[in-house]
């Protein structure tokens, strides 16, 4: 009996921090949040997370983009930094070499170098 109260303290708690809420037997919920409107987790997000990987096809798909920018010839530093990129990209070194793609599709989009 000793294990009882100190287990269903953790299941209440474990079901409060992971957002969840715990169903009482009067089906009444517990709330997943802290006193004082503090919460564990915040329940929206101002703009989606995007989620990039360090891959060939993402060093194609940034090259493809900064193609796109140029619409009468790209800037000799945009196309200095784009073969820089794909260059390192190609060669196995591909966080730098999006590093560069990056900058160049920052010059591309009309960013100070």
């Not at 703009?47 to 090259?63: N, R, Y």
């Amino acid at each position: 009996m000793k294990l009882s109260l100190p287990l269903t303290l953790l299941l209440a708690l474990g079901g409060v921090v992971t957002g969840g809420s715990v169903t009482l037997a009067s089906n009444q919920h517990l709330p997943a949040t802290l006193p004082f409107g503090w919460h564990f987790f915040p329940t929206s997000t101002a703009s989606p997370i995007v989620v990039t990987s360090d891959s060939l096809s993402f060093c194609l798909e940034l090259a493809h983009l900064i193609d796109s920018y140029s619409d009468d010839g790209p800037l000799p530093t945009v196309t200095h930094l784009k073969k820089e990129g794909m260059a390192l990209c190609e060669n196995g070194h591909v966080r730098m070499g999006l590093g560069r793609l990056r900058r160049a599709l920052l010059n591309a989009q009309g960013a100070p170098s």
